[in-house]
């Protein structure tokens, strides 16, 4: 149904399951031992690229283990050269601990990541609406959210600096999209349909911002565009 509606299609995929049996095994052991990846991990990564071809692979939960442990070369090697989608799929950076912000299609290096400035390699801001939480809270405080102003400034400073956005909302466990969270997107989605000509397919310009960094610039097809936000 995604590809249907013309869009790409990835998948999320948490390295570590903190009470995985296995994963326990491994982690008392100082992950001298390979359990929880060789029979739980990798497997499972590479059902779910042969079942469902996605276009991302977007890893996560790595953060206590190196690479090694979780046999990462081993799979990105197969996953680039051998599996049904190496011809056209993208990966993050998040495969080992001393990965992150070095090695990956693209960089996270950390969650909410917006340097501000040029960085040599592709890479992604991804961030929250909530400024405390990835998931869902029942007692959110108004303050506690992005208010549409600061997500347009998000964005903005994301893509004039080269980045991908990547915006979390967190469903209900019955998986709803709170009110806060739908009115934020859909003003971002308002401020697009006026001023997407100077984000969709853009790339950055010789500058990224002005000196006092309210205007950002973006290029396109021998434009350039200038974003003010005060």
């Known amino acids: 149904s995604v590809r249907a509606a013309g869009l790409r299609m990835g998948y999320y995929y948490s390295l570590l399951e903190w009470y995985n049996p296995l994963y326990v ?16 991990a990798q497997p499972e990564l590479r059902e779910l690229v042969e079942r469902y071809k996605p276009d991302i692979v977007w890893a996560d939960g790595e953060w206590e283990a190196n690479d090694t442990y979780w046999k990462s070369r081993e799979f990105l090697a197969w996953l680039y050269n051998d599996s049904p989608v190496r011809e056209g799929v993208v990966t993050n950076d998040r495969w080992g601990s001393n990965l992150k912000c ?11 990541y917006n340097p501000g400035v040029l960085q040599p390699h592709k890479w992604e801001n991804a961030m929250t609406i909530d400024e405390l939480s990835w998931g869902y809270r029942e007692n959110g405080r108004l303050e506690e959210y992005k208010s549409t102003y ?4 998000t964005l903005v400073q994301t893509v004039s600096c080269g980045g991908n956005i990547l915006i979390n909302v967190g469903p209900t466990k019955e998986g709803m999209i709170i009110p806060i969270f ?6 971002l989605g308002k401020w697009l349909d006026i001023n997407g000509e100077a984000i969709y397919g853009s790339v950055p310009w010789k500058a990224q911002n002005d000196s006092i960094g309210t205007t950002w610039y973006t290029a396109k097809k021998g434009t350039v565009y200038a974003i003010c936000l005060n």
């Open 150 to 153: 600061d997500l347009i400034v």
């Open 102 to 112: 070095v090695h990956g299609g693209f960089h996270t290096c950390k969650d909410r």
């Open 25 to 40: 095994r491994d982690k008392t052991a100082n992950f001298t031992t390979t359990l929880f990846s060789d029979y739980k």
């Open 182 to 187: 739908q009115e934020r997107l859909l003003d």
